[in-house]
């Protein structure tokens, strides 16, 4: 069982910067060779993908945070990061991190949020 825990959120203006913390634990898995995504959840919408990045290192974004975000991660701290520059009031949401969705999904966080003023 892994449990995962976002931090990192909260309230800044558009134009502004915050980083984001996923901590992955528990016992049975190699966070290292797994492919992480982070994900988020506006008011009103599905869960979406933002970024991906592989257990190489490969990173893919969506469209709408091209440029702006940028994922890595840390295998020897079993964490992964979303850096998110230029913030723009439609980034708000719930942030979240797990799996690439190719793959069994684990527990979902409570994830964290992410609100940018106008």
């Known amino acids: 069982q892994v449990q995962l825990v976002e931090s990192g959120g909260g309230l800044v203006q558009a134009g502004g910067s915050l980083r984001l913390s996923c901590a992955a634990s528990?016992?049975?898995?190699?966070?290292?060779?797994?492919?992480m995504a982070w994900y988020r959840q506006a008011p009103g919408k599905q869960r979406a993908l933002v970024a991906v990045?592989?257990?190489?290192?490969?990173?893919n974004y969506a469209d709408s945070v091209k440029g702006r975000f940028t994922i890595s991660r840390d295998n020897a701290k079993n964490t992964l990061y979303l850096q998110m520059n230029s913030l723009k009031p439609e980034d708000t949401a719930v942030y979240y991190c797990?799996?690439?969705?190719?793959?069994?999904?684990?527990?979902w966080g409570q994830g964290t949020q992410v609100t940018v003023s106008s």
């Open positions: 990045i592989t257990s190489s290192g490969r990173t």
């Open positions: 528990g016992t049975d898995f190699d966070f290292s060779i797994t492919v």
């Open positions: 797990n799996k690439h969705p190719g793959f069994p999904a684990w527990s």
